[in-house]
């Protein structure tokens, strides 16, 4: 089957059971050990991780699991209920697949358990510090050492909305050290048991290849034999590190068979480095060359937000080259790897969200999407997939139906203007650079400032 009918045929299955379930809130766990939070996907709310309740089985994730089996709708997975409202497949149906291709029964198999019941984790998203170099814009001191950095030094972004300046400015000031984190304790004692039922195991950050616990990991994976065949190692990545680094990684990354780099870029160019603070272009698409070079997987993931959209057909035609150079159709023919891309849509900070976005960029969307159909076949892997094809349209149904108006517009705008007079003054790497970098959006810009 194609994306397109596997997406058809989860929600059909999901449907004849309830409306409303999704297994990642079974077998899904992302947790941030330096602030001691976790959430069952990266869409919901971050929730404190309590020294008395299991790491997984939480009180509030039960609830949840028993609403979903009731055919309710928890509150805290609104991201996908806002894009199944606009008539898009949203992540609780397009990260299934990745659960049932170890097991294909997995949703009527969880059906029939009691929502009570503790599991493990099958897929484990986890980073252990917020140590990173850069400071993107939608990004916070709680995943960025360098945004703690500026906060602390510089004080807080004078934004209007409580909704666009909380996570710049109201951060767990007391992160947890390596040495004095009792939940490192816990995990630790957790996980030896925990890795056992685990699929895959997905290393976050901060930025991941700045900390010596993701070689060690790998490392470990990659000589244990029974680990190397069973447990998949995902590695996400700004990729603004040097080529050393990412070879490095590559190499026992090579040797695990279900490995993967997510690579984070949310446009192309100048825009990108100016959206991700920090980043430089060049080095990134050399590491990415160093990837296929080392016929390792990667994901594109693109946040997509209303500064994607100027270059994004860009970064298309440049994934396009990507593709081709991974199955061997470019300058190397020995590559044999995969590029796929990967575009969920930001929510917060609303400001940057692409809900503010005006009526010549949604046509500017429009007709990126048609030259993305045009460029999409299952059979061709040096094209887009149906599956990535419907991940971009869902992200232009979902502006279409929810963009902001009114007042609400008017004071999102508002902040947008704001946060870029602030953040460009803010940053060396950016300093002065929006109205340069950004001249298809002047008049944007002037718009929202009125």
Request: some cysteine.
């Amino acid at each position: 089957m194609n994306p397109i009918e596997v997406y058809k045929d989860i929600k059909e299955e999901y449907d004849g059971i309830s409306p409303s379930m999704c297994v990642l809130k079974w077998y899904h766990l992302e947790m941030h050990l330096s602030t001691g939070q976790a959430h069952s996907c990266y869409h919901c709310p971050q929730e404190p991780l309590q020294l008395d309740q299991d790491l997984h089985n939480t009180d509030s994730k039960i609830k949840q699991r028993e609403q979903m089996m009731d055919g309710e709708r928890p509150d805290v997975c609104s991201y996908c209920w806002d894009a199944e409202d606009s008539g898009a497949y949203s992540d609780r149906i397009t990260l299934t697949p990745v659960h049932r291709m170890h097991d294909p029964n997995v949703i009527t198999t969880t059906a029939t358990k009691d929502p009570k019941e503790h599991v493990y984790p099958r897929y484990l998203e986890m980073s252990f510090s917020n140590t990173c170099q850069m400071q993107c814009t939608y990004c916070g001191p709680e995943k960025s050492s360098t945004w703690e950095q500026s906060i602390t030094k510089k004080g807080e972004y004078e934004l209007s909305e409580y909704e666009n300046y909380h996570q710049y400015n109201h951060w767990a000031k007391r992160l947890y050290d390596d040495e004095n984190n009792p939940f490192v304790k816990k995990f630790m004692k957790w996980f030896p048991e925990a890795k056992k039922h685990l699929h895959t195991l997905r290393i976050t950050g901060g930025e991941p290849l700045l900390h010596p616990q993701t070689f060690q990991l790998a490392k470990e994976i990659s000589e244990s034999e029974e680990d190397r065949l069973k447990l998949g190692l995902h590695i996400n990545s700004n990729l603004s590190l040097s080529t050393r680094r990412v070879s490095d990684i590559c190499k026992y990354l090579h040797k695990i068979p279900n490995s993967k780099i997510y690579a984070s870029i949310d446009t192309w160019g100048t825009h990108a480095e100016w959206i991700r603070t920090g980043l430089h272009f060049g080095q990134f698409q050399q590491n990415i060359k160093t990837i296929i070079d080392h016929d390792v997987d990667i994901g594109i993931m693109c946040t997509f937000n209303v500064l994607s959209i100027p270059k994004f057909k860009e970064m298309l035609f440049a994934i396009l080259a990507m593709k081709k150079d991974a199955v061997g159709c470019g300058e190397n023919e020995m590559h044999d790897c995969v590029v796929a891309l990967d575009t969920p849509y930001l929510t917060t900070p609303a400001h940057l969200s692409a809900l503010i976005a005006d009526d010549k960029l949604l046509s500017e969307l429009e007709d990126t999407l048609v030259y993305m159909l045009r460029n999409t076949d299952d059979m061709n892997p040096t094209l887009f997939n149906s599956g990535e094809y419907t991940k971009v349209k869902r992200v232009y149904q979902w502006i279409k139906r929810n963009r902001f108006t009114g007042e609400e517009l008017k004071r999102h705008r508002k902040d947008f203007v704001k946060f870029i007079d602030i953040h460009d003054k803010r940053t060396k790497s950016n300093s002065g650079k929006w109205h340069k970098t950004f001249k298809d959006l002047h008049y944007f810009y002037e718009m929202c400032n009125e």
